[in-house]
């Protein structure tokens, strides 16, 4: 817990916007990614289009909990945080 960092890229299982939640796949990689959020002071996750609405074992973060989320392909329908940007 003593890391300090400027800017915290994050991967996950998957993520859900609509019910602010971000998962992961196993609890070692949780309490990691937890830490590198909470000292960075910016903090980015980074998925691509098949993560969405898919559901891992462990919820790690709010979807809000970041400054930016990447998700790679065309936007889908619906609506999205305005934090979400698609690439």
Do not use: W
Not at 15 to 40: F, G
Not at 47 to 76: H, M, T
């Amino acid at each position: 817990e003593q890391f300090g960092f400027n800017r915290a890229f994050i991967g996950c299982m998957g993520l859900n916007p609509a019910n602010n939640i971000v998962y992961a796949t196993d609890m070692e990689c949780v309490r990691l990614k937890q830490v590198a959020m909470k000292n960075a002071e910016h903090s980015y996750l980074l998925a691509d289009s098949s993560k969405l609405s898919k559901v891992g074992l462990f919820r790690f973060a709010g979807v809000d909990l970041f400054e930016k989320v990447y998700i790679n392909g065309p936007k889908p329908e619906g609506d999205f945080p305005e934090n979400i940007v698609f690439v």
